[in-house]
């Protein structure tokens, strides 16, 4: 149980695009997904947090209107890349968070997205 | 504020080798969870253990042990007789009561030769 789809795995496009990203969970109820990005060879870094049907927390020095988040279901989050240039080429991966009886259960990761932008 | 050190940025080992990897944490909470994560050269996370603030007990699992100490504030992971398949970046990382967002440390890559 438990698993978290991310999707697309890879993605390469050219500059000026804008990119979505899909976090799914498949078999629970995520009410809270997290947003992390990883530069090669470099830790994780967590971008925005997202509850479900409410705006997303954007950690600081992320900007908001080039990382879209959108949470509008409780098996679903999107990030989109908006207007994609080279330096937001990364690893973007997402992670999902449900309850149990009210209380909060531990992150479930998703694969991860490789993002490069020509 | 949170924080996660792993001091060793590589390390290189012969295969059969022991191997510890080191964590020490920052918090301020006296309720949080510890976790380790291994990334193999394909990017996912593949979770490991996880650990609440009130249980020190150490813990086995195969080849796998983990030594918990709040004392020194340490999460150390070993690795006994080690395989070529353990080569990975291992990450260290530490969320407070609720499962909030997880702080990870820089990471540790482990290089097992055969």
């Known amino acids: 149980g438990a698993v978290v789809s991310q999707h697309p795995s890879w993605v390469i496009c050219k500059s000026g695009t804008s990119v979505k990203i899909e976090c799914r969970s498949l078999?629970?109820?995520?009410?809270?997904m997290f947003w992390y990005r990883q530069f090669p060879k470099q830790s994780l870094m967590l971008m925005a947090t997202?509850?479900?049907?409410?705006?997303?927390?954007?950690e600081q020095g992320v900007e908001k209107d080039k990382f879209l988040i959108n949470h509008a279901s409780l098996t679903l989050s999107t990030l989109t890349v908006t207007s994609a240039h080279p330096e937001d080429s990364s690893f973007y991966i997402c992670?999902?968070?449900?309850?149990?009886?009210?209380?909060?259960?531990?992150?479930?990761f998703g694969d991860g997205t490789r993002l490069s932008i020509l | 504020a949170q924080k996660v050190t792993q001091a060793q940025t590589e390390i290189s080992v012969v295969e059969k080798e022991d191997v510890t990897l080191d964590c020490v944490y920052e918090?301020?909470?006296?309720?949080?969870?510890l976790f380790w994560y291994k990334q193999p050269p394909s990017g996912e996370l593949v979770f490991l253990i996880r650990?609440?603030?009130?249980?020190?007990q150490n813990e086995i699992s195969g080849r796998y042990s983990w030594n918990f100490q709040k004392s020194t504030s340490s999460f150390n992971f070993t690795i006994t007789a080690s395989q070529v398949v353990d080569s990975a970046v291992y990450f260290c990382?530490?969320?407070?009561?609720?499962?909030?967002?997880?702080?990870f440390g820089t990471g540790t890559r482990l290089l097992v030769s055969p």
């Open positions: 992670s999902a968070r449900g309850t149990y009886r009210g209380l909060n259960q531990p992150q479930h």
């Open positions: 078999d629970f109820q995520a009410t809270t």
């Open positions: 997202s509850n479900e049907g409410s705006k997303a927390t954007y």
């Open positions: 918090t301020r909470d006296t309720t949080y969870y």
């Open positions: 650990r609440n603030s009130f249980d020190e």
């Open positions: 990382a530490l969320s407070e009561a609720g499962f909030q967002k997880l702080v």
